[in-house]
T-cell receptor, first 114, second 115 residues
Framework: AQSVTQLGSHVSVSEGALVLLRCNYS??????LFWYVQYPNQGLQLLLK??????LVKGINGFEAEFKKSETSFHLTKPSAHMSDAAEYFC????????????FGKGTRLHILP | GAVVSQHPSRVICKSGTSVKIECRSL??????MFWYRQFPKQSLMLMATSNEGSKATYEQGVEKDKFLINHASLTLSTLTVTSAHPEDSSFYIC???????????FGPGTRLTVL
């Protein structure tokens, strides 16, 4: 069975500071990993995904994540936070088979302080 | 990325009535559609997976007779909440994928409020 653990339900950073959102996964097979962002009352937008190619994945809006198999981690980072980054972020895992279901973490609310 | 729409975006209904939510893939043919529900300040919980032309596969604990899912075409899936009750109030999100792409495309969600 697969699972995802997001450390910290709320993270606050100052505008311009580094953003680090933590995600650890559990999977019995090589995983596909995703980060999604959700703004209030909206659906999910894919930020980036890891699909067994390069371990450092670059996504939209300046975000990137690094797959570390030894640490079973897939932390999301952004060098400089912007006010518009305030949202809910979900880490997710799937087995990578086509049409496979995705298992979501509980989410981390990112707050940007002026 | 591909576009998925949901209709309606918000619905308020009385307890005991049924509500239908549509999920459409606008620019691609979705071989599989997924239905999730999300309670306030919580994560998405997968309810069911549906493949076009076949019966949906429900996750454990999801009542198939209460949450009817139809995936009659490659661009449309519907979720019908039958005899809705206040505890069914939630944010329902669908996603769609095609077997050639390892990605799900999410709809904007439907806010259901049962009075």
């Amino acid at each position: 069975a697969q699972s995802v653990t997001q450390l910290g339900s709320h993270v606050s950073v100052s505008e311009g500071a580094l953003v680090l959102l933590r995600c650890n996964y559990s999977s019995s097979v090589p995983p596909y990993l995703f980060w999604y962002v959700q703004y209030p009352n909206q659906g999910l937008q894919l930020l980036l995904k890891y699909t067994s190619a390069a371990t450092l994945v670059k996504g939209i809006n300046g975000f990137e994540a690094e797959f570390k198999k030894s640490e079973t981690s897939f932390h999301l980072t952004k060098p400089s936070a912007h006010m518009s980054d305030a949202a809910e972020y979900f880490c997710a895992v799937s087995e990578g088979n086509r049409d496979d279901k995705i298992i979501f973490g509980k989410g981390t609310r990112l707050h940007i302080l002026p | 990325g591909a576009v998925v729409s949901q209709h309606p975006s918000r619905v308020i209904c009385k307890s005991g009535t049924s509500v239908k939510i549509e999920c459409r893939s606008l620019d691609f043919q979705a071989t599989t559609m997924f239905w999730y529900r999300q309670f306030p300040k919580q994560s998405l919980m997968l309810m069911a997976t549906s493949n076009e032309g076949s019966k949906a596969t429900y996750e454990q604990g999801v009542e198939k007779d209460k949450f009817l899912i139809n995936h009659a075409s490659l661009t449309l899936s519907t979720l019908t909440v039958t005899s809705a009750h206040p505890e069914d109030s939630s944010f329902y999100i669908c996603s769609a994928s095609h077997w050639t792409v390892n990605e799900q495309f999410f709809g904007p969600g439907t806010r259901l409020t049962v009075l």
